[in-house]
C-alpha cells in the first residue's frame, strides 16, 4: 500500500507566481528586525488578501518571498498588478535604500503537488523570471503572454528570449508596464542602483505632425507605431508600448520625468513635414537622464506611395538606431570598472563599427570571447564572435580562411541551439555557409533571418553575394540596392557596395565595377577587398598606373596580400565564378600584385 501511495502523483496545470525582496540580504544588514517587521506588514496587508481576493493561495513562504499558485493566468497577472501598486503605496515615504520592493516572475505550467509545495520546470521558469525583473516589477513568459494578451491593453514590452540558470531552453519573456511607476525591465546589473534604467531601454514618443494637413496624423502615427514594433526586434532592447507612449501625445513633456516614469534610458522624438511632393522626417535621440541630445537626422524623401513610404522610414530609422544605441551603450559600459559580459558585447560591437582593420577584428573578436566565458549563453556575444570569425575569413588578413569559417560556423550553430530564432544568428550561419561552397543553403537562412526580422538589410545584401558565387551576378545589384534602401548609412554598407563592384566585374562591366569600389572606400577606407578590386578592374580597363596606385593600399591594410591568398579564397566551385575570378587574378597581375 505503501508503494501503492508513493506512485500517486497529483499533477495540475497552474499559473504560478514567484516572488523575492530585491536587495534582501543588504536589508536585513542594515536593520534586521525593521526588515522583518515591514516585510511581515507588507505581506499581511497588501499581498496575502490580493492573492486570496483573486482565487490564488501561497503555496509557501520563502523568507524573502512566497511562491503562489493561480487557476487563471489572467488572475495571476492582476494579483502582482493589485499588489505592487498597494506595495508601492505603503512604502512610497521611505529612503530608497531601505525600501522593500518585490520582484515578480509569473509562468503557466503542468506541476506536481504537494500539501505544501509544488514542482517542477513550470515552477522553475516563474522563479528564474523573478529574477529578470527589476525592483516592483513584473516579468511573465510568453505563454503567460499568450492568456492575457488583449485583456491588459497595451502594457507588454517583449525582451527577448532570456537564457535562464539551469533552464535548458531559452524563454521568451515580457515585461509589464505598471502605472504610475514604469517598467517591470531587466534586472540592472552589478553596480547599478535600485532602479536603473536597464540597457537598450527607449520609448519612441508619439512623431509631431507640422503639416497644414490634419489628415496625415493617421501616417504619422502609423510611422510611431511601426518604429516602436521595429526597435523591439533589437536584440537585448526593451521598447515602452505604443499605447503609454500615445498617452503624452500633443503634451508638454519633460523628458528627465519621462525617463524617470518609465525606468528608460532613452527617448526617441520625431517630427514630420510634408512640403509638396516632399516629406521631411526629422529624428532626435535624447538622454532621458540628462536630456542631453546624443544623434539627430533628417530624412527628406519624395512623396510616392504612403504605405511604402512609411515601410522605408521605419526600416531606415530602426537600423541607424541599432548603431546609434550600441555606440551609447558601449561609453556607458566604459566607465564600468569590472564590465559584465553584456558590457564586452557593447565595447566589441562597437569596435567593429569603426571598421575592419588588422587590429581591430581580432581585438573585437578576443572581446566576445570574454564575454562568452563571463556568460556562455550569451547568444548576442556569441553571434558576434562568430561574425569576427567571418571578417577575418573574408579580409584575408591571414592564410587560415577556410578555419575561420569553419569556426564561425560552429559558433552560429551553438547560438542557434540556445536561441532558435535569432535572427543575427541565421545570418551568421548563413554567411559561413555561402563562403564555404553552399550558397544556397546560406540563401535560405538569409530568408529565415529576414522572416524573423523584415529591417536586416544584411540579410538582403548578403543573398546578393551568395547570388555572385552561383555565378549570377547580373542579379547580385537588386538585392544591393534593396539593402541600401533600408539602410542607405549602414555601418557595414561599405561591403555592400565592394559586392556590387565584384558582380560587375563578373560582367565583364569594369568602368561600374570601378564606381562601386570606389564609392566603397569612400565610405570605408579599410577593406582590403575593395581595394584590390579597384586595382583589377583599372588594370583591365588599361589604366595601370592607377591600378598600381590602387595596388599599394592593399599592402598598407594587409602587408602579406597575395593572388594565391586570394584564389585560395574562392566561396565556390560554380565553374562561372571560377572562370569570372581568373579575370580578376589578370587584373591583379597586371597591377603588380605578387602572385604568392
Request: with cysteine; aromatic share 8%.
Amino acid at each position: 500500500m505503501a508503494q501503492e501511495r508513493l506512485g500517486r502523483i497529483e499533477r495540475r496545470l497552474a499559473a504560478i507566481l514567484a516572488a523575492d525582496v530585491a536587495g534582501y540580504s543588504r536589508l536585513m544588514h542594515h536593520d534586521e528586525e525593521t526588515t522583518h517587521t515591514k516585510l511581515t506588514v507588507l505581506l499581511a496587508e497588501a499581498v496575502d488578501p490580493t492573492i486570496a481576493e483573486h482565487s490564488g493561495r501561497i503555496v509557501k513562504n520563502t523568507g524573502d518571498g512566497f511562491l503562489a499558485e493561480f487557476p487563471s493566468a489572467v488572475e495571476a497577472l492582476r494579483a502582482a498588478m493589485v499588489f505592487q501598486a498597494r506595495v508601492r503605496e505603503l512604502t512610497a515615504g521611505a529612503p530608497e535604500d531601505r525600501r522593500i520592493a518585490f520582484r515578480v516572475g509569473i509562468n503557466i505550467g503542468d506541476v506536481i503537488v504537494e500539501p505544501h509545495d509544488i514542482f517542477g520546470d513550470g515552477v522553475n521558469i516563474a522563479a528564474r523570471l523573478e529574477s529578470v525583473a527589476a525592483p516592483g516589477g513584473i516579468c511573465i513568459s510568453s505563454a503567460v503572454y499568450d492568456q492575457v494578451q488583449g485583456k491588459f491593453g497595451d502594457r507588454f514590452a517583449d525582451i527577448g528570449e532570456q537564457n535562464l540558470k539551469n533552464i535548458g531552453r531559452p524563454v521568451r519573456a515580457y515585461a509589464v508596464v505598471l502605472d504610475g511607476f514604469g517598467t517591470a525591465a531587466l534586472s540592472p546589473g552589478a553596480g547599478s542602483s535600485a532602479l536603473s534604467p536597464p540597457r537598450l531601454s527607449i520609448i519612441v514618443l508619439p512623431f509631431a505632425n507640422l503639416s497644414d494637413d490634419p489628415g496625415q496624423d493617421y501616417f504619422v502615427d502609423g510611422v510611431t507605431e511601426s518604429l516602436t514594433t521595429d526597435l523591439s526586434r533589437i536584440s537585448g532592447s526593451f521598447v515602452i508600448g505604443r499605447h503609454t507612449a500615445f498617452a503624452y501625445k500633443g503634451k508638454a513633456i519633460d523628458l528627465k520625468q519621462i525617463g524617470r516614469e518609465l525606468n528608460v534610458r532613452y527617448v526617441l522624438k520625431g517630427s514630420m513635414q510634408g512640403a509638396g511632393d516632399r516629406l521631411r522626417v526629422n529624428v532626435q535621440l535624447v538622454d532621458a537622464e540628462t536630456s542631453a541630445h546624443l544623434w539627430a537626422d533628417r530624412f527628406d524623401k519624395p512623396v510616392a506611395d504612403l504605405f511604402d513610404m512609411q515601410d522605408e522610414i521605419v526600416s531606415r530609422l530602426a537600423n541607424t538606431l541599432d548603431a546609434q544605441l550600441t555606440e551609447q551603450e558601449a561609453r556607458r559600459s566604459e566607465r564600468s570598472p569590472q564590465p559584465n559580459s553584456m558590457d564586452l558585447y557593447f565595447r566589441g560591437k562597437a569596435l567593429l563599427h569603426k571598421g575592419w582593420t588588422l587590429e581591430g577584428v581580432p581585438q573585437a573578436r578576443a572581446i566576445f570571447e570574454r564575454a562568452v566565458t563571463l556568460d556562455p549563453k550569451n547568444v548576442d556575444a556569441m553571434v558576434w564572435m562568430a561574425g569576427a570569425d567571418l571578417m577575418l575569413g573574408a579580409s584575408y588578413l591571414d592564410d587560415a580562411t577556410s578555419e575561420h569559417y569553419a569556426v564561425a560556423e560552429a559558433t552560429s550553430i551553438r547560438a542557434l541551439c540556445l536561441a532558435p530564432n535569432h535572427a543575427y544568428a541565421h545570418l551568421a550561419l548563413g554567411c559561413a555557409l555561402m563562403c564555404t561552397n553552399r550558397a544556397a543553403q546560406g540563401i535560405a537562412e538569409f530568408e529565415r533571418a529576414l522572416t524573423l526580422d523584415h529591417n536586416l538589410a544584411e540579410a538582403h545584401a548578403q543573398i546578393g553575394g551568395a547570388k555572385l558565387y552561383m555565378g549570377r551576378g547580373a542579379q547580385t545589384v537588386a538585392h544591393i540596392n534593396e539593402a541600401l534602401r533600408l539602410s542607405p548609412r549602414d555601418i557595414f554598407g561599405h561591403r555592400w557596395l565592394m559586392i556590387a563592384g565584384f558582380a560587375k566585374l563578373q560582367l565583364n562591366e569594369d568602368a561600374e565595377a570601378i564606381c562601386w569600389f570606389r564609392r566603397s572606400i569612400e565610405a570605408n577606407r579599410n577593406d582590403v577587398n575593395a581595394h584590390f578590386g579597384l586595382a583589377a578592374a583599372l588594370a583591365l580597363l588599361g589604366s595601370l598606373d592607377e591600378a598600381k596606385a590602387a595596388a599599394k593600399a592593399i599592402f598598407a591594410l594587409v602587408p602579406s596580400f597575395t593572388i594565391r591568398r586570394f584564389r585560395d579564397g574562392a566561396c565556390s566551385d560554380n565553374p562561372i565564378y571560377l572562370a569570372k575570378r581568373e579575370r580578376v587574378y589578370q587584373g591583379l597581375r597586371l597591377a603588380e600584385v605578387p602572385e604568392g
